[in-house]
C-alpha cells in the first residue's frame, strides 16, 4: 500500500518543477490534489489522455502540481476552455478545479450552461466559502452573518448551494464530499470521471486563514472537527426534517441520471448533415462523418 502511494505520487506529480505548493499550511487543498490523483490513478487512463484545466484563485493553483495536460486559465473561464478541448478532441478525458468564487461568481454563467448542455467533462468545485488569494471577501457560498473582509460586521446575504444548483441546471452526476472523509471524497471524483455527461464534485474544503480566522476557525483541525460534526449522509440527510439540517449539509452522491451527452448529440448532427451533402452530390460529403470519427 505505502510503495502503491509513493508511487502514484512519484508519477501524477511534477516534482522537479513546482514544489513546495504555495498553499497555506493545513489547507484542505492538499488533501484534494491527492484524491484529485488517485482517482484518476486508479482509473489506468493515459496521462497524456487527461487534461485539467483551473481558473483563477489558490484552487486554480492546482493544474501546476499534477503531471498531465494542464491549463491554467482566466478567472471564471475554466470551463470556457474545458468546453473547447472537449469538443476538438472528444477522446481526452477532461476535468475542471475550481473554487467556488471561480466557478460561481464570475464563472456562474458558464456553471449552469455546461451543466445543460451535459457536455462528458468533469467539474470539481473546492467550496471554502471565501476568496482565498484575494484577501478574503465574501462568495456566493459565504454563509449568512459570517465575517469576511468585505462583510466585517457579517455577511447579509444568502448564499447558495454548488452541488443543488448543479442538479437544477441538468448535470448528470452531482456529487458533495468534505477533505474530512477522504476514502469517500477518491470515490466522488472516481464516479464523476467515469459518468458520461457532465459532473460536478463539490468539495467542502477549509480556508482556515480567512474564512477561519473570522469565524472562530483559525485551527485547521477544529475545521476538519467541523466537518466531521455537520456533514450528514443522503440518506440519512433525507430523512431529517429541515430544523434538523439547519446549519449541516448532505455529502455523498445528490444526482446520478443517464441522459444523451453533447458531443454523441453533436455527433448526430455531423450524421445527418455529411448524409445530406452526399445525397446531394456534395464535395466531401459522404466522407465527413468518418473523418469526424477519426478524430475521435
Known amino acids: 500500500m505505502v510503495e502503491h502511494a509513493a508511487k ?6 511534477r516534482h522537479d518543477m513546482n514544489f513546495p505548493h504555495v498553499w497555506c499550511p493545513g489547507c484542505g487543498l492538499g488533501i484534494v490534489l491527492g484524491s484529485l490523483i488517485r482517482a484518476t490513478s486508479s482509473l489506468n487512463i493515459p496521462q497524456d489522455d487527461l487534461v485539467l484545466a483551473s481558473g483563477i484563485g489558490c484552487t486554480g493553483r492546482m493544474s501546476a502540481y499534477v503531471d498531465f495536460n494542464t491549463l491554467h486559465t482566466t478567472h471564471g473561464r475554466a470551463l470556457t476552455f474545458a468546453t473547447g478541448i472537449k469538443l476538438a478532441k472528444p477522446n481526452l478525458t477532461v476535468m475542471t478545479v475550481m473554487g467556488d468564487g471561480d466557478a460561481t461568481a464570475i464563472g456562474g454563467n458558464h456553471f449552469i450552461h455546461a451543466a445543460r448542455r451535459n457536455l462528458n467533462i468533469t467539474a470539481i468545485i473546492v467550496n471554502n466559502m471565501i476568496y482565498g488569494m484575494t484577501g478574503g471577501q465574501y462568495s456566493p457560498t459565504t454563509p449568512y452573518g459570517s465575517k469576511a473582509t468585505t462583510a466585517p460586521y457579517g455577511h447579509v446575504e444568502q448564499a447558495f448551494s454548488i452541488a443543488e444548483l448543479a442538479v437544477a441546471a441538468g448535470a448528470s452526476y452531482v456529487a458533495r464530499g468534505t477533505v474530512h472523509h477522504v476514502p469517500q471524497l477518491d470515490g466522488l471524483i472516481k464516479g ?3 459518468k458520461k455527461g457532465f459532473s460536478v464534485i463539490e468539495i467542502m474544503s477549509n480556508c482556515h486563514t480567512y474564512y477561519g480566522r473570522q469565524n472562530g476557525l483559525s485551527d485547521p483541525v477544529e475545521y476538519q472537527k467541523y466537518f466531521k460534526k455537520n456533514a450528514v449522509s443522503v440518506k440519512k440527510a433525507a430523512e431529517m426534517s429541515a430544523a434538523e439540517m439547519e446549519g449541516k449539509f448532505s455529502i455523498g452522491v445528490l444526482a446520478d441520471i443517464e441522459q444523451p451527452a ?18 446531394k452530390g456534395e464535395k466531401k460529403g459522404g466522407d465527413c462523418a468518418q473523418e469526424r470519427r477519426d478524430e475521435m
Open 192 to 194: 464523476g470521471i467515469q
Open 262 to 279: 453533447y458531443v454523441e448529440e453533436y455527433q448526430h448532427i455531423r450524421d445527418n448533415a455529411c448524409k445530406e451533402m452526399a445525397e
Open 8 to 13: 502514484v505520487r512519484h508519477d501524477f506529480l
